[in-house]
Each structure stands twice: as C-alpha cells, then as structure tokens.
Nanobody
Framework: QVQLVESGGGLVQAGGSLRLACAAS????????MAWFRQAPGQEREFVAA????????YYADSVKGRFTISRENAKNTVYLQMNSLKPEDTAVYYC?????????????????WGQGTQVTVSS
C-alpha cells in the first residue's frame, strides 16, 4: 500500500509563489507516474500536472503552463509542485496522486493512490 502526504499549502497574495511537496511511503515510487490535481469548492477535481518516473516526461494543464513546474526526487520518494504567478482562480485543495502503471494520464480514474490534500488560497 502507498501513503501520500501533501504539505506546503497556505495563503498567498496574487502574484506570489508556493511550493507543494508530496511525500510517499509504503513503497518505492520510482516507476510510478506522479501527479497533482486540484478541486475548488463546487467543482470537479481537475488535472494540474504529471511527471513520469524518468522525469523527462512532464504534462501540464493549459491553465498552469508556464507558471507551475512539477518535479520529483525518486531517492526521497517525493514529488514537488512549484507554483509561481499565482492567481485567485488557483485557489483549491491540491491533491497528490500516484499511478503504478506509469501512464502519464490526466484522468483521475487512472490514479490508484491519493493524498488527503492541502489547501491553497490565493487572495486578490
């Protein structure tokens, strides 16, 4: 079994930055695809970014391209999301997810493991 714990969320002004981290335990995730999703109140959970095990393949939602960067340290079983130029519309609970098949998918159904989420609030 895999446990994922997110950290780094908080309150930031528009234009600011935050760095989220997701620490995994229970299994080595070197060959998993890791991803970040987010869910705003009253909305469906949506894809933000994903990174395959080799770190050479990354994927981003159009809404965050050029502002967010996903990265991972396989030796630490940790994935990061650097968020710059934050906007009020980025406000959401951010979830870390892991896919043991390594697909690099943007669909929630393709991820077997999820963290509890961390709140990110961007004030205008």
């Amino acid at each position: 079994q895999v446990q994922l714990v997110e950290s780094g969320g908080g309150l930031v002004q528009a234009g600011g930055s935050l760095r989220l981290a997701c620490a995994a335990s229970g299994r080595t995730l070197s060959y998993y695809t890791m991803a970040w999703f987010r869910q705003a109140p009253g909305q469906e959970r949506e894809f933000v970014a994903a990174i395959r095990w080799s770190s050479t393949n990354t994927y981003y939602a159009d809404s965050v391209k050029g502002r967010f960067t996903i990265s991972r340290e396989n030796a630490k079983n940790t994935v990061y999301l650097q968020m710059n130029s934050l906007k009020p519309e980025d406000t959401a609970v951010y979830y870390c997810a892991a896919d043991q098949r390594g697909l690099g998918s943007a669909k929630t159904v393709d991820y077997e493991y999820w963290g509890q989420g961390t709140q990110v609030t961007v004030s205008s």
